[in-house]
């Protein structure tokens, strides 16, 4: 950080060293402010004409375009992992971006006249990584900053089916594709690139049906997706911590999208206990809870801020494992009744209706676990960023409070 001034000029080169830095705050997040970083490395971007494909009467030869298409799609990638991650609107949004991506062949077989195309394609993994991040982005965009759905989608129910299926396609492409690789030596990339997969998959289904700001109470259907994608996305997190692979490289992304998951965990188990009870018994409710702990516990290691989000998951737990408990008990006690009466259902007895009636569905009471704070930080779940500037960005308590129930 001595040496910022140095290495940060208003070029290419420049831009390299920005998300040079960007990529170690990933590792360390402590380190710098990642949603000022990538706020700067966007704007460079832009400045450069980056986010256009040059014309042909640029004059541009074949390495240039695509050290152009290198750098601003690695710096397009992070910017959408941070906001997304933060629950902020991105900036560069798809709709302003007309660049194809990089050759996804070595740097070596790419010169200033041509692409060796008889080599490896050794750029699998961010090729990859860079259409999910196009569907995240449009996620963010309709989701969270109110920007109209497609003109080919009829109603936001459809844009819904057609946004999962794209991520499903996404997943399965990436299996099929690693199932076709007969390359020993980019075995390791394609074994990082399934467990990726799988885990975006599933945080994708948590960000798609979380409460947000366009759908502030979700149907039940659709938050009992995200109550299994959290789970299965905590777990995909907690392999791919104690991985050779990820357990220095990933950081930053599992704690946010973790703890993120775990407030859409829990505020299904709140208001769909019926249906959660219906499929699994209370041991297996319980492993599901654990799994959180335990993501929070192995990734405190690199990074202390983590700790923090374990004591904030287990205070919001306490209340809410509580309620369950007491709701399978009286649900078991009405169906010795019932059986003996036949009076009445259950399921509607203890409210097997749906969310409209909940007023406070949209505002939980959550600490921000990333600061250090005094007094209350309220603010409410769909807009909830876990992140270490809440004071300086104006992200706290004093721009949520009139999002508050009174």
């Known amino acids: 950080m001595l040496h910022v001034s140095e290495v940060m000029s208003n070029d290419l080169a420049g831009l390299q060293a920005l998300l040079l830095l960007i990529q170690y705050t990933f590792l360390n997040p402590s380190v710098a402010n990642l949603w000022l970083l990538t706020g700067l490395s966007s ?24 050290m152009r298409r290198r750098i601003f799609w690695c710096a397009w990638e992070m910017e959408v992992a941070v906001c997304a991650g933060f629950h902020r609107p991105v900036r560069t949004k798809n709709k302003y971006v007309n660049v194809s991506f990089p050759s996804e062949f070595g740097d070596h077989a790419i010169s200033r006249s041509h692409v ?3 080599g490896p394609r050794l750029k699998i993994v961010p090729c990859r990584i860079w259409r999910f991040r196009k569907i995240e982005s449009d996620i963010m965009s309709v989701l969270y900053d109110d920007e109209p759905i497609p003109e080919d989608c009829a109603s ?7 946004t999962e299926t794209a991520i499903r396609t996404w997943m399965e492409e990436a299996h099929s594709s690693a199932a076709l690789n007969q390359d020993p030596s980019l075995k390791s990339q394609w074994d990082e690139m399934e467990l990726y997969a799988d885990i975006a998959y599933q945080y994708t289904l948590v960000l798609l049906f979380r409460p947000c700001p366009r759908v502030k109470m979700p149907s039940r259907e659709n938050l009992m997706k995200g109550f299994h994608a959290a789970v299965q996305a905590a777990t995909g997190y907690w392999e791919q911590a104690n991985s050779e692979f990820g357990y220095m490289k990933y950081v930053f992304h599992p704690c946010h999208h973790t703890f993120s998951a775990a407030i859409v965990f829990l505020q299904a188990l709140q208001y769909c ?15 599901f809870m654990m799994c959180f702990s335990r993501f929070f516990s192995t990734i405190s290691e690199r990074w202390p801020a983590a700790t923090r989000c374990l004591h904030e998951y287990e205070r919001l737990l306490g209340p809410v494992k509580k309620e369950y408990s007491e709701f399978l008990e ?9 059986l003996s009466m036949n009076a009445y259902s259950v399921d509607g007895y203890l409210g097997h209706n749906g969310l409209d009636d909940i007023d406070s569905f949209a505002f939980w009471e959550v600490s921000n676990p990333f600061i250090d704070f005094t007094g209350d930080d309220l603010i409410d779940n769909y807009t909830y960023p876990p992140y270490d500037w809440n004071a300086e960005f104006g992200f706290g308590m004093e721009s949520m409070d009139s999002t508050l129930p009174s």
């Open 43 to 66: 704007e460079a971007c832009i400045e450069l004409g980056l986010h256009q494909e040059l014309p042909a009467t640029a004059g541009a030869d074949v390495l240039e375009r695509d």
């Open 156 to 162: 936001l129910e459809e844009w819904f089916t057609r």
């Open 330 to 338: 009286q649900r078991s006690r009405l169906l010795d009744e019932q």
């Open 273 to 287: 206990r019926p249906e959660i009870a219906d499929l699994h018994t209370l041991e297996e409710v319980e492993e």
């Open 116 to 118: 060796d195309t008889t």
